[in-house]
């Protein structure tokens, strides 16, 4: 019902860019020049191939350590929501419960 399809988005969004965090993490030293933080007029871009992204860079190699640590915040925080909406939901249908056995 409605906690599947929660946990479902939570899990999708949360460990989607998750991935894409260790991902770029560890393209970054085999593509340099494509896989980064880059700034330029248009905003901000992660990573653009065949070519680079218009702009500058802002992180360097520090772009790993930082990818790492986004990804495994977002992995965290994706399992701290899922399992916070599973006890919500596991509390409520045992008051459903109780107040349907108590009628």
């Given amino acids: 019902g409605i906690q599947g399809y929660i946990v479902l988005v939570l ?4 460990y989607t860019l998750g ?9 970054k030293p085999l593509f340099p020049h494509n896989v980064g933080v880059f700034i330029s007029e248009q905003g901000l871009n992660l990573a653009r191939f065949p070519e680079p992204p ?10 790993v350590p930082v990818a790492v640590f986004l990804g495994f915040l977002f992995t965290l925080g994706t399992t701290v929501a899922i399992r916070a909406v ?15 056995a108590s009628a």
């Fill in 11 to 14: 899990a999708l969004l949360g």
């Fill in 86 to 100: 599973v006890r919500r939901f596991g509390k409520l249908k045992q008051k459903v419960a109780s107040m349907a």
């Fill in 54 to 63: 218009p702009g500058s860079e802002i992180l360097g190699i520090y772009f």
């Fill in 19 to 27: 991935a894409s965090f260790y991902i770029t993490a560890l393209l």
